[in-house]
């Protein structure tokens, strides 16, 4: 049975999250093929992408969902993972449907399952964070100009990591390794803050997060990383 996702020794063992499950032996990403790989991979987490369809189903996918699209129902990979990995659920919120109405909808199916001291939710989405953040673990990642710009929050790409976190409520931040900049790291650095990385493929990518002090790294390679983390 999974401790408690608060519970977790962070410092003596870097989480490894299979990046849309474990796609690294050919599964299609945000499948069920790739989430039930993953549990076989070493990694304690897995990560999926989210979306809301108008009626408020829930499908796995990166991008924009098209009408007629054939998606994996999130409900079935939750389910399949529920007890045997920590989830990680990022909601991309593309912006076609106000999806916030349904987000109640998700925290209670994975309290149903289970899941809810088990489950992580990410978004480069400062309001979905802060909408989550009073009921769940949050990690806001870290937002791009593109991102900001549809957001109608024009500079919050430039905003400190501690200045997200206060913004969102987040309990955790995430960024790639490019993103760590000097001001990032001094500022996660001095406020102690729970940083997760991404997307971390190779041993130079691997030590460079851990020099950072990554607390948790994600990754399209999990099985590798688990060696190398045991190295």
């Known amino acids: 049975m999974l401790i408690p996702l608060r519970e977790y020794d962070f410092d003596r063992l870097p989480m490894i999250c299979a990046h849309r499950g474990d796609t690294s032996l050919g599964a299609a990403e945000n499948s069920l093929e790739a989430v039930g790989t993953a549990l076989s991979s070493g ?3 897995v990560e999926v ?3 809301f369809t108008s009626t408020g189903d829930i ?3 990166h991008d924009e969902i098209e009408r007629g699209g054939v998606y994996e129902r999130f409900e079935d990979i939750a389910t399949l993972a529920a007890g045997k990995m920590y989830l990680n659920i990022e909601l991309k919120g593309y912006g076609v449907i106000d999806e916030m109405p349904f987000i109640p ?10 899941m809810s001291e088990r489950t992580l939710y990410s978004s480069f989405r400062p309001d979905y964070i802060k909408a989550l953040s009073q009921r769940a673990i949050t990690t806001i990642i870290h ?3 593109e991102m900001s710009g549809y957001l109608g929050l024009q500079g919050i790409e430039e905003l400190l990591p501690s200045e997200l976190i206060r913004l969102t409520g987040a309990a ?3 960024c790639s390794l490019e993103e760590l900049e000097p001001r990032r790291l001094e ?6 803050i729970h940083l997760s990385v991404y997307t971390i493929n190779t041993q130079a990518e691997f030590d460079a997060a ?3 002090g990554a607390k948790a790294m994600v990754t399209d390679v999990p099985r590798q990383l688990v060696k190398m983390r045991a190295a």
């Open 172 to 174: 955790t931040y995430a």
């Open 43 to 45: 990694a304690e987490m």
């Open 49 to 51: 992408d989210i979306q």
């Open 143 to 145: 937002p791009t100009a």
């Open 59 to 61: 499908v796995c996918h």
């Open 105 to 114: 909808g998700l925290l209670q199916f994975i309290d149903k399952i289970g």
């Open 187 to 192: 500022d996660i650095r001095d406020n102690s």
């Open 210 to 212: 851990m020099r950072a």
